[in-house]
Antibody, heavy 122, light 110 residues
Framework: QVQLQQSGPGLLKPSQTLSLTCVIS??????????WSWIRQSPSRGLEWLGR?????????TYAGSVKGRITIDPDTSKNQFSLHLSSVTPEDTAVYYC????????????WGQGTLVTVSS | QSVLTQPPSVSGAPGQRVTISCTGS?????????VHWYQQLPGTAPKLLIY???NRPSGVPDRFSGSKSGTSASLAITGLQVEDEADYYC??????????FGGGTKLTVL
């Protein structure tokens, strides 16, 4: 049973960088049968996939066009976790952020973190 | 505006059957990508309910079923129970936008 535990600050000011971490238990961030994503949810944008990291002999990242240029997702094999960094945040980035495991054979998310409400406000 | 279209709400009495539709396009469902369904109870993360249009993960009651028709998919819930009251989301893969979700459907059990 894969479990994902998120951590990170919930309140940011505009222009700051959002950083969240997702610790994995029951699987490996280096698994070649999974990818590791960040997804956010807000009333205005619904559920929005932001990006992912995955290992297939090398590390790869894929990012959504809506946040490309501001987003970085980093794996940390020593701690079996991955992190989200979103720079230059605005109030539009206020949302609940989830980390999630994707079964890379089938493109669905079978494990989710508990969610972190991030509010961007001056 | 979500890439996948769902009705905002559906309702039914306990014991009844309800269906939730999910309409896509030629760049997602019509391109051959699977649809998956999630249940989100208030204050919790989405939970995988159906994958690959029709398959239930272990532990999901067989009251929940999925189907496909052209560029659409549907989720059916039979024998409605009070605890089924939740938001339901469909999800697929889109050739232009990667992973995409429906706008969600709020199920009310009357």
């Amino acid at each position: 049973q894969v479990q994902l535990q998120q951590s990170g600050p919930g309140l940011l000011k505009p222009s700051q960088t959002l950083s969240l971490t997702c610790v994995i238990s029951g699987d490996s961030v280096s698994s070649n049968r999974a990818t590791w994503s960040w997804i956010r949810q807000s009333p205005s944008r619904g559920l929005e996939w932001l990006g992912r990291t995955y290992y297939r002999s090398n590390w790869y990242n894929t990012y959504a066009g809506s946040v490309k240029g501001r987003i970085t997702i980093d794996p940390d094999t020593s701690k079996n976790q991955f992190s989200l960094h979103l720079s230059s945040v605005t109030p539009e980035d206020t949302a609940v952020y989830y980390c999630a495991r994707e079964d890379s054979d089938h493109y669905y998310f079978d494990s989710w973190g508990q969610g972190t409400l991030v509010t961007v406000s001056s | 505006q979500s890439v996948l279209t769902q009705p905002p709400s559906v309702s039914g009495a306990p014991g009844q059957r309800v269906t939730i539709s999910c309409t896509g396009s030629s760049s997602n469902i019509g391109a051959g990508y699977d649809v998956h369904w999630y249940q989100q109870l208030p204050g919790t993360a989405p939970k995988l309910l159906i994958y690959g249009f029709t398959n239930r993960p272990s532990g999901v009651p067989d009251r929940f079923s999925g189907s496909k028709s052209g560029t659409s998919a549907s989720l059916a819930i039979t024998g409605l129970q009070v605890e089924d009251e939740a938001d339901y989301y469909c999800q697929s893969y889109d050739t232009s936008l990667s992973w995409v979700f429906g706008g969600g459907t709020k199920l009310t059990v009357l």
